[in-house]
């Protein structure tokens, strides 16, 4: 009913680093060199809001990466591919062609009034896109191409909530907020607000608090502009989980247009039903905590239920300081998900596999996914293309069992695999449970597969840090070939079948 899910590239079944705060081809090259360095595979660098010529969209800093073309291509001889971040928020900046072409054509959300709509986010002073009038979605979606145009594959979308910091209206209030306290006979009595709060013993009153709270992303913010959807005015609260979906649709149909025959990476923060027919989604902005793994866990079938197959979190977590077991307990999982991710904050630890004591934990688990990429990816394109499901909860395949219904931190994955990460702390393994009798199979640091048969029912298994658990079911195989440093080194002549015997696998590419 929803339409046919968007098929990522094999590539982006690599494992990607990200960090906000890569500023330059340098720290970037830091990044490609920490990987290939320490052996740990890598076929992705993400490029955060700092490779832009002042957070605007479709241009790049040309003193940060003076031949950005050329760099694009040096990374591609490398088997690594850079993914540009692109913002929802178009910056105010008179010479800026994006922004007075969209001026020009009256392509911006607008006021009541038929202003356009300014709000601040990275940039400064930004106008929205309006990703609702198919030619303003054209027109947007066609800016892909300057970045395509110079070897870039794959973008990931952001703030397209559209986030708010602050609207000129809510600065307006917040500023009238201060005014009235300052005025107020129990407050100062001079005309400098700032000042007379710093210098009031009493606390910023309420009134004020509210409004500073209130700034960002504010429902009011949302009911100031609107959308021309086909001559139709739109207010914009009314279609709101519609922006981060048009502007992601807007890149997906100008990919499709720009490289009719080659798939592109595209995936998005803010979306809604549909927009897994353009691209992937991932879980926003997490912290480094444990709970913060199961979260990820159980986010993963839902969004799948929404055709939403090619998703992921920010592996070790965004905020906050990881730890080198929460990291590696959280690869762990992001070995199944198809998007594999290591992305972080700017302000927090480095976070970058080779950051740690004993590496070789890194190399291994991420190893493991290349492992397993042609299986995943099979399963992946099989979903997509059967309109299933990658990953499940228990209950859909053992919908009699009422312990596999309630069971919510394991998963399906594809035909052949159940998954039981470990994410909680100081743990040496978890308690399984299992619907049926599966072969419980450990990838183990030294290369070799540990492959047992557990019956039915409850099972306390052992998992060490730099090890990668998974459940086989009865009856089936799946494929694991040896690891590699990048998706296109991979062997598939090196290919084997692990699981029950006499089980056979249809391998799809
Ligand atoms: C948003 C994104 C995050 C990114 C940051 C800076 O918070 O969700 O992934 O790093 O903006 O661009």
């Given at each position: 009913m929803i339409g046919k899910s968007y098929i990522a590239p094999k590539y982006a079944f690599g494992f990607g680093q990200s960090r906000w705060g890569y500023k330059t081809a340098e720290d970037i090259e830091g990044v490609v060199k920490g990987y290939r360095d320490n052996r740990i595979p890598l076929d992705m660098v993400?490029?955060?809001?700092?490779?832009?010529?002042?957070?605007?969209?479709?241009?790049?800093?040309?003193?940060?990466?003076?031949?950005?073309?050329?760099?694009?291509?040096?990374?591609?001889?490398?088997?690594?591919?850079l993914i540009p971040i692109i913002d929802a928020g178009v910056k105010i900046e008179e010479g800026y062609d994006i922004y007075e072409e969209g001026v020009e054509k009256g392509y911006f959300c607008k006021r009541a009034d038929g202003s356009d709509f300014v709000a601040a986010v990275w940039p400064g002073w930004t106008h929205f896109p309006d990703?609702?009038?198919?030619?303003?979605?054209?027109?947007?979606?066609?800016?892909?191409?300057?970045?395509?145009?110079?070897?870039?594959?794959?973008?990931?979308?952001?703030?397209?909530?559209?986030?708010?910091?602050?609207?000129?209206?809510?600065?307006?209030?917040?500023?009238?907020?201060?005014?009235?306290?300052?005025?107020?006979?129990?407050?100062?009595?001079?005309?400098?607000?700032?000042?007379?709060?710093?210098?009031?013993?009493?606390?910023?009153?309420?009134e004020v608090r509210s409004c500073i709270e209130h700034l960002q992303n504010s429902p009011e913010d949302y009911r100031r502009f609107y959308h021309n959807v086909n001559g139709q005015r739109v207010r914009h609260d009314l279609v709101h989980n519609l922006y981060g979906f048009n502007?992601?649709?807007?890149?997906?149909e100008a990919l499709q247009a720009i490289a009719p025959d080659r798939k592109m990476l595209l995936?998005?923060?803010?979306?809604?039903?549909?927009?897994?027919?353009?691209?992937?989604?991932?879980?926003?902005d997490n912290q480094s905590w444990w709970s913060h793994i199961l979260l990820n866990l159980k986010m993963m079938p839902s969004l799948n239920m929404c055709g939403f197959l090619y998703t992921g979190a920010d592996l070790g977590g965004f905020g906050s300081d990881t730890t080198r077991d929460l990291l590696l307990r959280w690869l762990a999982l992001g070995v199944f998900?198809?998007?594999?991710?290591?992305?972080?904050?700017?302000?927090?630890?480095?976070?970058?596999?080779?950051?740690?004591?004993?590496?070789?934990?890194?190399?291994?688990?991420?190893?493991?996914?290349?492992?397993?990429?042609?299986?995943?990816?099979?399963?992946?394109?099989?979903?997509?293309?059967?309109?299933?499901?990658?990953?499940?909860?228990?209950?859909?395949?053992?919908?009699?069992?009422?312990?596999?219904?309630?069971?919510?931190?394991?998963?399906?994955?594809?035909?052949?695999?159940?998954?039981?990460?470990?994410?909680?702390?100081?743990v040496s393994g978890r308690t399984v449970y299992l619907p049926e009798e599966m072969k419980f199979v450990k990838f183990m640091p030294d290369g070799s597969i540990y492959e047992e048969v557990l019956e039915q029912g409850t099972h306390y298994v052992e998992v060490a840090l730099c090890e990668v658990p998974l459940f086989v079911r009865k009856d089936r195989c799946i494929p694991v070939v040896d690891a590699a440093q990048s998706v296109d080194a991979i062997d598939l002549g090196t290919v084997r079948y692990i699981g029950y015997d006499g089980a056979e696998y249809e391998l799809v590419e």
């Open positions: 993400y490029m955060d809001i700092d490779y832009m010529q002042d957070y605007k969209d479709f241009t790049v800093n040309p003193e940060r990466f003076p031949d950005f073309g050329q760099f694009v291509q040096q990374m591609k001889a490398k088997n690594i591919h990703v609702l009038n198919p030619d303003a979605r054209a027109w947007f979606g066609g800016k892909y191409k300057v970045l395509t145009d110079l070897g870039i594959d794959g973008f990931w979308n952001d703030m397209n909530e559209p986030a708010i910091f602050y609207s000129e209206e809510g600065i307006r209030a917040l500023n009238q907020a201060i005014a009235d306290y300052v005025k107020a006979p129990d407050g100062g009595a001079d005309d400098d607000g700032a000042e007379d709060i710093m210098n009031n013993a009493n606390a910023i009153p309420w502007m992601t649709r807007a890149a997906g995936f998005s923060r803010s979306s809604y039903i549909g927009m897994h027919r353009y691209g992937g989604i991932w879980t926003g998900t198809p998007l594999m991710r290591n992305h972080a904050a700017l302000g927090t630890r480095e976070q970058e596999c080779y950051q740690f004591e004993h590496i070789e934990d890194f190399r291994h688990v991420i190893g493991v996914r290349y492992r397993l990429i042609p299986y995943l990816y099979s399963e992946y394109v099989k979903a997509a293309e059967r309109d299933e499901m990658y990953f499940r909860p228990l209950g859909f395949d053992y919908p009699g069992d009422r312990r596999a219904v309630e069971t919510e931190d394991q998963l399906m994955l594809g035909n052949e695999v159940m998954i039981a990460p470990v994410y909680t702390q100081n």
